[in-house]
């Protein structure tokens, strides 16, 4: 039976319900959208005693208040330190118990653009195509496929199981930057570039626009230069692929990418960095550096390795 656990009294510039994403209906032309920091929404869910991939609030740029409607285990992850329950601070990254009437806020990070609030059971909104995620183009999914406003009122619903009673170690924590360093792999379309367009991208500083939203992330330095023409057959795009249009500058797609596209895409970031650039700001210097499949391979079973660890109990775990 689903209870209602929370009603919104401030929602900032942006709050919406996300879980992993609406996955297998790219084909049909519907985005995956789900949550930008996967590694947050996946950590918060786990602290509470969720599944890894049920349905939270994705908050943008803080300034979200909310009232607890019963008693709840929450956590707030992602990248600001700030959050309070009541006027009291209270940790991130770690699973606590509200009282019935109590408040929480999250406030504005200086260094991170989303923060999670997970509640224990699970936000219920109803499933679209297998998803709870809201996609705002589209207009469906999450809560009647809107942004939330002052009012609105959550379910949620049974709790599962005990929560974690250990902080997050902050080894395992992504390292939230304003000038983050993403790890890539070229391709599929890296021969498209001449030699120096290559150079460009992989030597140069790129600055985030403030044109930086859910479908992805702009960037604007040196032009990189394609060989002949920046348009290819419109082919798959992937989360974190790097899409370099006519004008040279790199677009790094994000969760609510389109399904396709036509312009040639440089490289992809790699899994374990793409919440860096979901959560840098604009204004915020971004540099690539190019690694092959295989150590991006290494470097995600590596973290994952670490994480299950912790999940065992193993509190000392380091990434």
């Given at each position: ?29 519907v985005p995956v959208s789900g949550a930008m920091d996967l590694h947050a929404f ?57 009282r019935k009437g109590q408040y929480i806020r999250v406030m504005q990070s200086d ?209």
């Amino acid at each position: 039976m689903n209870t209602p656990s929370l009603e919104i009294l401030e929602p900032g510039p942006l709050a919406t319900v996300q879980d992993r994403g609406r996955l297998g209906h790219q084909h049909l032309g519907v985005p995956v959208s789900g949550a930008m920091d996967l590694h947050a929404f996946r950590m918060g869910n786990m602290l509470v005693g969720n599944s890894p991939f049920e349905a939270c609030l994705e908050i943008t740029q803080g300034r979200f208040q909310a009232r607890f409607l019963r008693d709840t285990t929450f956590a707030v992850t992602g990248s600001s330190p700030h959050a309070f329950l009541n006027r009291t601070p209270i940790p991130t990254w770690r699973a606590l118990k509200a009282r019935k009437g109590q408040y929480i806020r999250v406030m504005q990070s200086d260094h991170g653009f989303r923060d999670y609030l997970v509640l224990s059971g699970g936000i219920q909104v109803p499933l679209v195509l297998g998803s709870r995620s809201t996609y705002l183009r589209g207009k469906f999914g999450g809560f009647e496929g809107r942004a939330l406003k002052t009012g609105d009122v959550l379910h949620t619903g049974p709790e599962a199981r005990e929560p974690l009673p250990a902080v997050y170690p902050k080894q395992l924590i992504p390292p939230y930057s304003s000038n983050p360093q993403l790890r890539v792999v070229l391709g599929p379309q890296d021969s498209a570039f001449s030699q120096g367009g290559l150079e460009a991208f992989i030597g140069g500083t790129f600055t985030v626009t403030d044109r930086a939203d859910r479908m992805g992330c702009r960037l604007s330095g040196s032009p990189i230069q394609h060989e002949r023409t920046a348009d290819i057959i419109s082919d798959g795009l992937a989360m974190g692929a790097i899409q370099i249009p006519g004008n040279g500058q790199p677009l790094i797609l994000l969760a609510d990418r389109p399904t396709t596209g036509g312009y040639a895409k440089i490289a992809n970031v790699i899994s374990v960095d793409i919440p860096l650039i979901a959560q840098t700001l604009p204004g915020g210097r971004i540099t690539f550096k190019v690694v092959s499949f295989y150590e991006a391979r290494e470097i995600y079973l590596h973290k994952e390795f670490a994480i299950r660890r912790f999940m065992a109990g193993d509190e000392k775990v380091g990434a």
